[in-house]
């Protein structure tokens, strides 16, 4: 299997000014040791026998026994412009060797560079933006501001939702996330979500009036004091299983939350940087305006960062006082996410998703035709969802099954994800650093997956 895209990677790293530790050769086995011993066990790998990267060029990451894997998930959806792309490299190196970190209390030019880039690229009215480090990070900061805006405790996140980890962002999330006993704190509400092949409401798309959008009047008008402070939804849920509303969805629920005063925020962590192709963010492509965007996962392609952009007038009393974060808009992370947005737009990162991203699905539909435990296909541009089931009639979950899909392609050479709350949907959120040859050879090796996990159904 040959690397797409890059045959030389740019940096040469000086061997003797690493520590030892790092450059020595490990087995997979020894490393798996180590991690048994020191790792807290909130940190857990996919596969019976993980696998341990040591390299990556393009969209093909490389084993330590020098085996190569074609990516269709980019880590978690986050290396968006795949692996040692020589500008990234060469940005993040040049930073390194002038100014790696000083905090936001002293002004630092990328910093300053990014943000303007990102006014750039946002919908229309977003101009303020806050840094920080990761997705949960962003939502919490964005809620916070949001909350102190209106003066309105009440959010409305979306169930199957998920927003992160932190207590809040876990609080957001759906239940299925919510691992051990907790209790909501009181202003969280939630809202059916737009799931058409398992309507909560047992309707079928077109014909349903979209209820589910609908819902969310009753939830403000029994639940809330009648106003909110925001409601906040992904435009394509991705851990939720790759969840895609009818488009009409967020206009609706757009429209009701506007009518009760609140602030519309879409969490972009998944689809934000041109993922869904065509445009940067996925709320665009239903026509809403929202009034804030939260990022990550694919803003730094692998550097952690994230933030928000808002609409200025409510960023405006979010001061240096509510907010601060050590790590927030470091030289590097801010260095590397200015050349992300450059290289999306050098590669034609926009196009190239809508293209490739409806071949890949166009190839998954035909591979449905072909295997009963393929029950939907869904999302757009580099961003779809496989769901598997046991039975088409019953849709009950191929929980179980979808282990061996993942199993056989990572054998053959093949990384996917895995999402849903019965974790039984198949991921694909490759980089965007792809080629249709790889598309056609991951094609190829999901066909036999599908084929060995169906074998006991
Ligand atoms: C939509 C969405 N929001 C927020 C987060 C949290 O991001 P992080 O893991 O960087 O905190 C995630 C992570 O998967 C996500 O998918």
Redo the contacts with the bound molecule.
């Keep these: 299997m040959a690397c797409a895209a890059y045959s030389e990677v740019v940096i040469a790293m000086n061997d003797e000014l690493v520590p030892k530790d790092l450059t020595r050769k490990y087995s997979q086995k020894e490393i798996l040791e180590i991690e048994k011993k020191y790792l807290a066990p909130a940190v857990g790998h996919y596969y019976e026998d993980p696998v341990l990267f040591v390299d990556g060029e393009g969209a093909v990451l490389k084993d330590s026994t020098g085996k190569e894997y074609i990516d269709l998930f980019a880590g978690?959806?986050t290396t968006i412009t795949g692996y040692n792309h020589p500008k990234y490299v060469s940005t993040i190196q040049w930073q390194a060797e002038r100014l790696v970190y000083t905090s936001s209390l002293y002004s630092t030019i990328p910093y300053a560079v990014l943000v303007k880039r990102l006014a750039e690229i946002a919908p229309k009215g977003l101009t303020r933006s806050f840094i920080v480090?990761?997705?949960?990070?962003?939502?919490e900061a964005a809620i916070a501001m949001v909350c102190k805006y209106t003066r309105n405790p009440y959010i409305i996140a979306c169930q199957r939702?998920?927003?992160?980890?932190?207590t809040l962002?876990r609080e957001l999330s759906s239940a299925g996330w919510r691992t051990f006993p907790e209790a909501h704190p009181p202003g969280v509400r939630f809202t059916p979500y737009g799931y058409c092949y398992r309507c909560p409401f047992g309707r079928e798309h077109p014909g349903c009036d979209i209820e589910c959008a609908h819902y969310l009047r009753e939830v403000i008008r029994t639940q809330t004091n009648k106003a909110v402070a925001a409601f906040i939804a992904?435009p394509i849920?991705?851990?939720g299983g790759i969840v895609q509303p009818p488009i009409e969805y967020f206009r609706i629920v757009h429209e009701i939350v506007k009518e009760y005063n609140g602030i519309y925020i879409s969490?972009?962590?998944?689809?934000g940087f041109g993922r869904t192709g065509g445009k940067w963010w996925g709320i665009q492509h239903t026509g809403v305006e929202p009034d804030i965007i939260?990022m990550?996962?694919g803003f730094g392609s692998g550097i952690?960062i994230?933030g928000f952009i808002s609409r200025p007038e409510i960023a405006a009393d979010y001061t240096v006082t509510d907010a601060f974060a050590t790590f927030g808009g470091n030289p590097l992370s801010c260095a590397a996410a200015v050349a992300v947005i450059e290289i999306i737009k050098e590669e034609n990162y926009l196009e190239k998703a809508t293209k490739l991203g409806a071949v890949l699905k166009k190839k998954m539909e035909d591979l449905k035709d072909d295997h009963k435990i393929v029950g939907e296909v869904r999302g757009q541009g580099m961003m779809l969802g496989v769901e598997l089931v046991r039975d088409r009639t019953t849709k009950e979950p191929a929980t179980q099954e979808i282990l061996t899909v993942m199993e056989v392609c990572r054998e053959k050479g093949l990384l996917i994800g895995k999402g849903g709350l019965d974790n039984n949907v198949i991921r694909l959120q490759p980089p965007l650093e792809l080629s249709s040859e790889q598309v056609d050879q991951a094609c190829t090796i999901l066909d036999e997956a599908f084929t060995e996990a169906e074998k006991d159904l």
């Design positions: 978690i959806c480090n990761s997705g949960s990070e962003a939502n939702a998920y927003h992160g980890r932190t962002a992904e849920q991705g851990v969490d972009e962590v998944q689809t939260t990550a996962k952690p994230g």
